[in-house]
């Protein structure tokens, strides 16, 4: 079966600054992936996904990059603002019917 | 509703009750999942229901644990003779979904029921 890990799981960052959050996954049969951000007392949110036939998928001020070499997955934020302050997870999943398996999370602190 | 509900959002209960927290999914959304988060942890993955094929019950940690979903919206977490290491916080979360060889798409999350045994 697949599993996720995060390579560190707390952050800190001065504001302004970029962030990057890493992630392992074992199964190297699994296309797609998935970041997700998580605020005290809500549920996680959908940041960003990218599938296995690409190596970089960008959004607003996020960007992911896969490795599929290594088994590595990385979150990219620029310009880290106070709000970006939160509990990132990176899940990795297969087609069909396979659910998503997360990873334990990386706390990320803004510092102002 | 614009997002998933989940009720109740607090839930304290003695051990050896049962519980049941409930979950409504996006209207139209396949797809749907449970999971369990313990404080400072990761989302452990419990049950899964795609259409109208078998649930993946494979996350069940024990036989104390089933859910159902009735006509393929609402679902039903059930808890039975909860215990202490039962306390965490459920989440449920659906998807468009994908079917064999789809892709999974984006999950929606409902913002939890946080259960406490005392």
């Known amino acids: 079966g697949e599993s996720v890990g995060l390579h560190l799981p707390t952050l800190s960052v001065q504001e302004g600054d970029n962030s990057i959050i890493n992630c392992a996954y074992s199964?190297?049969?699994?296309?797609?992936f998935i970041w997700y951000k998580q605020e005290s007392g809500k549920g996680p949110q959908f940041i960003i996904d990218?599938?296995?036939?690409?190596d970089k998928r960008q959004g607003q001020r996020v960007t992911v990059l896969l490795n599929k070499t290594v088994k590595h997955l990385s979150l990219q934020i620029a310009a880290t603002q106070p709000g970006d302050s939160a509990v990132y997870f990176c899940?990795?999943?297969?087609?069909?019917?396979?659910?998503?398996?997360f990873g334990k999370g990386t706390r990320l602190s803004v510092i102002a | 509703g614009a997002g998933v509900s989940q009720s109740p959002s607090n839930k304290v209960t003695e051990k050896g009750k049962d519980v049941e927290l409930r979950c409504d999914p996006i209207?139209?959304?396949?797809?749907l999942y449970w999971y369990r988060q313990s404080l400072g942890q990761g989302l452990e993955f419990l049950i899964y229901?795609?259409?109208?094929?078998?649930?993946?019950k494979s996350g069940l940690p024990s036989d104390r644990f089933s859910a159902e979903r009735t006509g393929g919206s609402v679902s039903t977490l059930t808890i039975q003779r909860t215990q202490q290491e039962d306390s965490a916080v459920y989440l449920c979360?659906?998807?468009?979904?994908?079917?064999?060889?789809?892709?999974?798409?984006?999950?929606?999350f409902g913002e939890g029921s946080r259960l406490t045994v005392l």
């Open positions: 209207s139209g959304h396949t797809a």
């Open positions: 979360a659906s998807s468009l979904g994908g079917g064999a060889g789809g892709p999974i798409g984006e999950l929606f």
């Open positions: 199964n190297s049969a699994s296309d797609y």
């Open positions: 990218i599938r296995s036939n690409m």
């Open positions: 899940a990795a999943g297969g087609a069909g019917n396979t659910p998503l398996v």
């Open positions: 229901f795609q259409g109208n094929s078998a649930p993946d």
